[in-house]
């Protein structure tokens, strides 16, 4: 079984022969989904102490060496100012030119051809108008918010009409909807102005058979429901101080395939046995019905012996069928 199939077969809870990190990928993400400038330095993988703005025009300052950066400045802070404000062109060949220019290089037999959206709609949005003010104007400019929703949902639109014509077969998408011990904001708030945006992207996809994984860190049990009924096949990170495991496997179990839930913190922090034991128990705890991939809640600078054990472990006990561990 090759790769690629045996990520097939994780994410339909098949027969898969192992279980792995994630699906195999080639990107052809556009140029600026990782906040990247027109022109100047900038971008996650910019020294420390760099200042920018991307594509949006959203001001970012990188402060730590591993870590994306902050964003700083916001330039539609003022709601009031939606309708003329000037939103990106998906269709600007700055943006969508690698987007081609990728695909054409992939390795398409094996690996799925894959293209980001990251930041999709909740993020992208208070990137551009600030969280304070986004919270704020759910209540007192509700009209405004859905305006900014929409036209960042168009674009990501536009950029999705570019990747299906290059062949794309695994959408990324995501917006970090949780925080440790609860959503963001209510349910109410959620299903009213974002999921109608969400199924817009969605349910191009899937008339076109596309995978669709969906990232949201944070306590999302209460909402695992939209995320299965949207359609995301693949949900991470799953945190594992952020959410019961056993209850989200047990939602999720043949309806949705689950990557992450290996505490970044234990990773962190070692020791060594305290990683090997923990990945054992979530091996079988996620993946012993298949639709798991086994990997870190968070990505961070890890320290290179942890992170290598992490791995270790995954390839010496993650083939099936899976062998429960002592303390499981």
Same mark, same amino acid.
Request: aromatic share 10%.
């Given at each position: 079984m090759? *790769?690629?199939?045996?990520?097939?077969?994780?994410?339909?809870?098949?027969?898969?022969?192992?279980? $792995?990190?994630? *699906? /195999?990928?080639?990107?052809?993400?556009?140029?600026?989904? &990782?906040?990247? %400038?027109?022109? =100047?330095?900038?971008?996650?993988?910019? /020294?420390?102490?760099?200042?920018?703005?991307? +594509?949006?025009?959203?001001?970012?300052?990188?402060?730590?060496?591993? $870590?994306?950066?902050?964003?700083?400045?916001?330039?539609?802070?003022?709601?009031?100012? $939606?309708?003329?404000?000037?939103? %990106?062109? *998906?269709?600007? *060949?700055? +943006?969508?030119?690698? +987007?081609?220019?990728?695909?054409? @290089?992939?390795?398409?037999?094996?690996?799925?051809?894959?293209?980001?959206?990251?930041?999709? !709609?909740?993020?992208?949005?208070?990137? !551009?108008?600030?969280?304070? &003010? #986004?919270?704020?104007?759910?209540?007192?400019?509700?009209?405004?918010?859905?305006? $900014?929703?929409?036209?960042?949902?168009?674009? @990501? !639109?536009?950029?999705?009409?570019?990747?299906?014509?290059?062949?794309?077969?695994?959408?990324?998408?995501?917006?970090?909807? =949780?925080?440790?011990?609860? #959503?963001l904001f209510s349910r109410e708030i959620l299903e009213e102005f974002l999921v109608p945006e969400y199924r817009r992207l969605f349910d191009l996809y899937k008339r076109n058979g596309i995978w669709i994984g969906f990232h949201s860190c944070g306590h999302i049990e209460p909402i695992l429901d939209v995320f299965m009924d949207l359609g995301v096949n693949v949900l991470n990170p799953i945190q594992a101080s952020a959410n019961d495991l056993d209850v989200v496997r047990a939602r999720t179990r043949g309806r949705m395939a689950i990557a992450g839930g290996v505490s970044t913190h234990t990773i962190m922090q070692g020791p060594l046995e305290a990683i090997q034991e923990e990945t054992r128990q979530r091996l079988w705890q996620l993946g012993r019905d298949g639709g798991y991939f086994c990997r870190p809640d968070q990505g961070m600078p890890f320290p290179e012996p942890h992170i290598a054990a992490f791995n270790r472990t995954v390839a010496e006990h993650g083939f099936y069928p899976l062998r429960r561990p002592a303390a499981a």
């Open positions: 090759t *790769p690629k199939e045996n990520a097939l077969e994780i994410m339909r809870f098949g027969c898969p022969e192992r279980i $792995v990190g994630g *699906p /195999p990928s080639a990107d052809c993400s556009y140029f600026g989904v &990782n906040h990247q %400038p027109f022109s =100047g330095e900038g971008g996650h993988h910019s /020294p420390v102490g760099t200042r920018w703005h991307d +594509i949006w025009g959203i001001g970012w300052q990188k402060a730590l060496e591993g $870590v994306m950066g902050m964003a700083r400045e916001h330039p539609l802070s003022d709601l009031r100012k $939606v309708d003329s404000f000037s939103f %990106p062109d *998906p269709d600007d *060949p700055r +943006i969508c030119a690698q +987007i081609y220019e990728k695909a054409e @290089q992939a390795d398409r037999e094996g690996k799925f051809l894959t293209g980001s959206h990251r930041e999709t !709609l909740w993020e992208r949005s208070y990137n !551009l108008v600030g969280m304070d &003010n #986004l919270m704020i104007g759910f209540m007192d400019e509700p009209n405004a918010v859905k305006a $900014v929703f929409h036209a960042v949902m168009d674009f @990501q !639109l536009g950029i999705a009409r570019h990747y299906l014509a290059v062949g794309l077969e695994f959408a990324g998408l995501g917006d970090d909807l =949780g925080s440790q011990r609860g #959503l």
